[in-house]
C-alpha cells in the first residue's frame, strides 16, 4: 500500500524568505501523481501544485514550485517570497496513474507559520 | 459560479442521532468523494463514487452510509454507529476518479459536533 509522510508537522519562515516543506511517499507503481494542497484557516482545500511522476521537469506554479526526486521517493514543496497569505496547513498527496486508482492518499500535514 | 458547496458549515447532534450532511457539486464532475479530518491526522477517505447510482467504502466506512441518486448530489449520512462521529467532514469531487491527474476540488467542509 502507498503511503505518504510528512515529517514536519510545524514550519515557519520569515516573510519574504523561502521556506521548502518536506514529502516523501512510499510506492511500488511507476505511474502516478504528486500533489500538494493547501488548507488556510478557512478550511476552504486548494490546490496548490501537481507533478505527473513521468514527467521529469519539476513543476512550477509562480511562487511555488517542487523538488521531484522520484528515485528517492521525495516530493518537496518551495515557497519563495513568502507571504502572509501562505500560513496554512500544507497536505503532500499522491494518487496512483492506473485505473482503478481513485484514491487520493494524504500526508498527516504540516501548519506553515508566515511571520511578518 | 461552479463548486461544491456543503451545508451546515456547523452542526450539532445528540448522541445516539444520525445526521445527514449534505454536498452539492455543479461543475458536472463525475467523481465525488467524503474525507474526515481529525487534528494532526491527513484526510482519510470515508466514501467515494465513480458514477451515479454507484459508490464504494474507503478507509473508514464502518458507521457512515451515502447515496448517489443525482450526479450532482452525495449525501453523507453519520449513523449512531459511529463511535466517534465529532470532526470535520469534507466532501470532494474530480472530472474522473480513476487513472488521471485531475486534481479534486473541495467543498469548505462540515464541522460536526456530537456530545
Known amino acids: 500500500a502507498q503511503t505518504v509522510t510528512q515529517s514536519q508537522p510545524e514550519m515557519s519562515v520569515q516573510e519574504a524568505e523561502t521556506v521548502t516543506l518536506s514529502c516523501t511517499y512510499d510506492?511500488?507503481?511507476?505511474?502516478?501523481?504528486l500533489f500538494w494542497y493547501k488548507q488556510p484557516p478557512s478550511r476552504q482545500m486548494i490546490l496548490v501544485i501537481r507533478q505527473e511522476a513521468y514527467k521529469q521537469q519539476n513543476a512550477t506554479e509562480n511562487r511555488f514550485s517542487v523538488n521531484f526526486q522520484k528515485a528517492a521517493k521525495s516530493f518537496s514543496l518551495k515557497i519563495s517570497d513568502s507571504q502572509l497569505g501562505d500560513a496554512a496547513m500544507y497536505f503532500c498527496?499522491?494518487?496512483?496513474?492506473?485505473?482503478?486508482?481513485?484514491?487520493?492518499?494524504f500526508g498527516a500535514g504540516t501548519r506553515l507559520f508566515v511571520k511578518a | 459560479d461552479g463548486g461544491i458547496t456543503q451545508s451546515p458549515k456547523y452542526l450539532f447532534r445528540k448522541e445516539g442521532q444520525n445526521v445527514t450532511l449534505s454536498c452539492e457539486q455543479n461543475?458536472?464532475?463525475?467523481?465525488m468523494y467524503w474525507y474526515r479530518q481529525d487534528p494532526g491526522q491527513g484526510l482519510r477517505l470515508i466514501y467515494y463514487?465513480?458514477?451515479?447510482?454507484?459508490?464504494q467504502k474507503g478507509d473508514i466506512a464502518e458507521g457512515y452510509s451515502v447515496s448517489r441518486e443525482k450526479k450532482e448530489s452525495f449525501p453523507l449520512t453519520v449513523t449512531s454507529a459511529q463511535k466517534n462521529p465529532t470532526a470535520f467532514y469534507l466532501c470532494?469531487?474530480?472530472?474522473?476518479?480513476?487513472?488521471?491527474?485531475?486534481?479534486?476540488?473541495f467543498g469548505p467542509g462540515t464541522r460536526l459536533t456530537v456530545t
Open positions: 461543475l458536472n464532475h463525475d467523481a
Open positions: 498527496a499522491y494518487r496512483s496513474g492506473y485505473t482503478g486508482g481513485f484514491k487520493t492518499i
Open positions: 510506492t511500488s507503481e511507476s505511474d502516478y501523481y
Open positions: 463514487s465513480q458514477i451515479v447510482n454507484d459508490f
Open positions: 470532494a469531487s474530480s472530472i474522473r476518479a480513476s487513472g488521471s491527474s485531475y486534481e479534486q476540488y
